[in-house]
């Protein structure tokens, strides 16, 4: 059985996804900082790269929303 899906479902859960992931941006670019002043260059390098993908993620649902 199929929950109803709507809209307003939708809009909802892309404002989730985006905010949540809005917080772990936030982690990853505190921690990529502190790793980087710990010594941890290229850890600190690829937390950054995820930070960027993230972004991209974010886009792209901004755009799914943008859609309906």
Known sequence: MTENID???ILHL???WIEH???HLR???E???KIREAGYEETALKILEAAGKME???QKL???K???
Request: proline share 0%; charged share 30%; net charge negative.
């Open 7 to 9: 809209e307003h479902k």
């Open 14 to 16: 892309m404002e989730h």
């Open 21 to 23: 992931n809005e917080t």
């Open 27 to 29: 982690s990853f670019n």
């Open 31 to 33: 921690w990529s900082r």
């Open 56 to 58: 991209e993620c974010n």
């Open 62 to 64: 901004q755009q799914a």
């Open 66 to 68: 943008d859609s309906i």
